[in-house]
């Protein structure tokens, strides 16, 4: 397993994760006083603190963790020699110490470099052309929440990494592989720029009914909401019209074409949302499943944390935190569930500080003298 | 680094130096995905320079793009365009699974390759005794991709899954948009792109690890857990709280005025974010130091963040004076960060956003597609090639994987086995 040094921004972070879930060594780099992943909110204690940051401890869970002033020479002197004996470092370019000392340092070091303007991430959305297509038709567009899209970038920048290290395996030597953050995202937006190109159509806001088929959307329900599209098939529409036993949409066999229910969308899916109201999420989605209609509660972060297919397939486990205590929803993660690896705690700032210097020569003496200076 | 027995399929192409070569070089795919997901991820692992051959048959094409649609003549008529979009750079062939044949020669393919990707409902590829069990003794370096919705275990391992079932399953709706919200998605297919880019990642590290074991192994995705590892921060907190996160808008919890602007024009937007006391200064100024600026709740962040809705409300009646270009013109000059809402006609085409998109020639026409949207120093990625005609390399793919002769295939193709 490769040892990854992580110099991350948020852009990039999900990233070095995803290498602890496969089962890496990630070493993530702070300031002393810590980074802003660890200051962003909410927080998993009754006031904010740098441990408890909901970012923090899922993104840098399982990494070691190493504060240095990089903006200090004797903290680049030691970034240096840990990249020596490091297989990557990734992080947002350009690094705090130059190209040339690296491959001096490491001559077979895998570089990814994240080219993030550090706009904010609602800017950066904005100029993706993601915000157009997020939210309802006309209102105040919306930005995907959680900073879910830096999900999307961390996921390029991850595959970045693996294919680098990959290719340094089978060659016997680096590389540096560039990754855009500004690319990523307008990599999102390929449907709309081939119906652009092709069609001369701008994609707008479709909000939340009939986004796919004419028979689809968001319908509210005794508890929330739940998600159903029906396929565009005449057979798929009979399968839907069957199970809501609705008189008039029976009468009618002109629904039984696409075409025609995008013409009476709007009565279809407003019955569909009166009917819909008598159920519960779950029960309303179970049936409709059993009748082999795609549907599914439109699902909520609580309702994750009990949700039964993702506890049968663990997706949590188990963790003792050490301020926590016992913990049980530890997500393993989409790699981790598929790799079967646990992903331990994150790193407290500078957990791993004393001992990443030892193994890095530095003795006790050193160590104590880093740390009246400021570097460690 | 020991290397380990490697499958001899993939060694790079003769004559090559694979210094010179993309880093998935003679990687060999057999690609049985549809729709999305899975085509968007062998596309990646394509553009890295692995063979990608992608199995359909002309009684069950993949379906992508598929919309009835007015081309205009000059352009390939033959697919979609969406699908020309994500299949490029593959290889094609046409197997019929319903035949005997057509299974056969899938399963000798699948014996020759070193990938497999497939997104079919759990047990489907086992019934067609393709399944990972049957093929491993064949092939026991061959990685098998599975990306179902839900992956292949669990009570709800059979449940149809769409890309925005997927949204609203993943928490993706409640979690965007402001408080009270109606459930708010995005109009696209995320959840395809990012179970596809997990897969991929997957994929190769899987490939890195079989060069020293010389073993492949299963990787059952479940697209419904990708996307919630997205999610996966505020998952933790609510489990912790015991309540729902608070749904921030546009809004930031750390930073103040952040937000999405009405302007002049029709849907017309700006989103600004003041990280700093500076930037507000430059906002005031920027807006023409308007007396309510001058309050002292605001000069700080925290009184700031505790005052949002005013402040919106202020700023929005500079912002609806002027055009979207205006304000984030305006803004710009003054050093605060902002950007307009673009829709893809200002973003195709423009010098300073649609990078991600490059000319290919697919003779006689050129389309736009999407790259991969990074450099690589050592290989480089493999060059634009338009996507196959369906089943345009069936005969050289059972020629090339297999050592086929025309008298070999005769037989299948008599069959249907290839149609």
């Known amino acids: 397993m490769a040892r990854i040094i992580d110099l991350t921004a948020h852009s990039a972070v999900y990233a070095t994760r995803l290498l602890v879930e496969s089962g890496h060594e990630v070493i993530r780099i702070e300031p002393p006083r810590g980074d802003s992943l660890r200051r962003l909110g909410p927080f998993l204690a009754e006031a904010p603190d740098l441990e408890h940051g909901a970012y923090h401890l899922f993104l840098n869970a399982g990494k070691r963790n190493l504060t240095l002033d990089l903006t200090s020479a004797t903290g680049r002197e030691i970034l240096l020699s840990l990249v020596s004996t490091a297989d990557a470092v990734v992080g947002q370019s350009p690094f705090p110490v130059s190209r040339e000392d690296v491959k001096q340092a490491n001559p077979r070091l895998v570089t990814v470099e994240v080219e993030d303007d550090a706009s904010p991430e609602l800017c950066a959305y904005a100029r993706s052309g993601l915000l157009a297509i997020t939210g309802h038709p006309g209102s105040r567009p919306a930005v995907l929440g959680g900073h879910i899209v830096y999900g999307g970038s961390g996921l390029y920048v991850a595959l970045a990494a693996t294919v680098a290290l990959y290719q340094a395996q089978r060659l016997g030597r680096g590389s540096t592989i560039k990754v855009s953050l500004q690319q990523c995202l307008e990599t999102f937006v390929e449907a709309a720029m081939v119906a652009y190109t092709f069609e001369d159509r701008i994609t707008q806001r479709r909000g939340y009914r009939g986004a796919s088929t004419a028979v689809s959307g968001a319908f509210p329900c005794q508890d929330g909401y739940w998600m159903i599209s029906v396929p565009h098939s005449p057979t798929g529409w009979r399968a839907f019209v069957e199970w809501v036993n609705d008189p008039v949409l ?107 210097l030892r193994e890095l020569g530095y003795s006790e003496e050193d160590h104590r003298r880093l740390l009246e200076a400021g570097v460690v | 680094m020991k290397q380990a027995q490697r499958p001899e399929t993939s060694a790079s192409p003769a004559g090559r130096d694979p210094q010179d070569a993309p880093p998935l070089d003679g990687i060999r795919v057999l690609d049985f995905s549809h729709v999305l997901a899975g085509p968007f991820s062998t596309r990646l692992l394509a553009d890295l320079g692995a063979e990608v051959l992608k199995v359909e048959s002309s009684v069950r094409p ?21 699908f020309l979009n994500v299949n490029r750079n593959k290889h094609s062939i046409t197997l019929n699974l319903k035949t005997a044949g057509g299974r056969q020669l899938a399963a000798k393919l699948a014996a020759k390759a070193d990938v497999l990707v497939e997104n079919f409902s759990a047990g489907v590829m086992d019934r067609l005794g393709l399944g990972f069990a049957n093929l491993e003794p064949m092939n026991p370096g061959l990685i098998f991709v599975s990306m179902s919705g839900f992956g292949h275990t669990g009570p709800r391992r059979d449940w149809i899954s769409m890309n925005m079932t997927l949204q609203a399953y993943s928490g993706l709706l409640m979690v965007t948009g402001a408080p009270g919200d109606l459930p708010t998605s995005i109009s696209n297919s995320w959840n395809d792109y990012i179970g596809g880019l997990h897969a991929s990642f997957g994929v190769v590290e899987a490939l890195a690890e079989r060069e020293k074991t010389g073993k492949g192994k299963h990787l059952d995705f479940a697209q419904l857990e990708c996307s919630v590892a997205t999610i996966a921060p505020l998952v933790l907190a609510s489990a912790y709280h015991g309540k729902e996160p608070a749904r921030m808008g546009d809004r930031s919890t750390s930073v103040a005025p952040q937000g999405c602007y009405r302007c002049a024009r029709e849907d017309d937007w700006c989103t600004l974010s003041v990280q700093t006391d500076e930037q507000w200064q430059a906002l005031v100024q920027a807006m023409g130091n308007p007396d309510w600026a001058s309050d002292e709740r605001f000069a700080l962040v925290l009184g700031r963040l505790n005052h949002h809705d005013e402040l919106d409300g202020h700023i929005e009646a500079w912002t609806s004076q002027y055009s979207s270009i205006e304000v984030e013109h305006r803004l710009k000059a003054a050093g605060v960060p902002a950007e307009r809402m673009r829709r893809i006609d200002e973003i195709v085409g423009a010098s300073d956003a649609g990078q991600a998109f490059q000319w290919m020639e697919d003779p006689p026409d050129a389309m736009l597609v999407t790259r991969l949207p990074m450099e690589l120093d050592v290989g480089g990625s493999a060059p634009l090639a338009p996507a196959p005609r369906l089943g ?28």
């Not at chain 1, 013409?263 to 059993?290: C, H, P, T, Y």
């Not at chain 1, 397939?313 to 205590?325: E, K």
């Not at chain 2, 649609?69 to 697919?79: A, G, K, S, T, V």
Request: no cysteine; hydrophobic share 35%; aromatic share 6%.
């Open chain 2, 392 to 419: 345009e390399h069936t005969n050289q793919a059972l020629q090339d994987w297999l050592g086929m002769s025309t008298e070999d295939i005769a037989p299948f193709t008599d069959e249907g086995a290839l149609t």
């Open chain 1, 250 to 356: 029976m009468a009618d066999t002109s629904l039984e074409h696409e075409a025609n229910r995008l013409e009476n969308r709007d009565m279809i899916l407003d019955r569909l949302a009166e009917w819909s109201r008598q159920f519960k999420k779950q029960e309303i989605v179970e049936e409709a499943q059993r009748r082999h209609i795609p549907a599914s509660p439109v699902a909520t972060a609580l309702d994750m944390v009990h949700d039964p297919q993702l506890e049968a397939r663990g997706f949590f486990d188990h963790v003792d935190h050490p301020t926590l205590g016992s913990w049980n929803w530890n997500p393993r993660g989409a790699v981790g569930v598929v790799s079967g690896r646990t992903v331990g705690p994150a790193p407290r700032l500078g957990q791993h500080t004393a001992e990443i």
């Open chain 2, 62 to 82: 993949d379906r992508l793009g598929a919309t009835k649609m007015e081309l205009p003549p000059h352009r390939r008529q033959d697919r979609p365009p969406f």
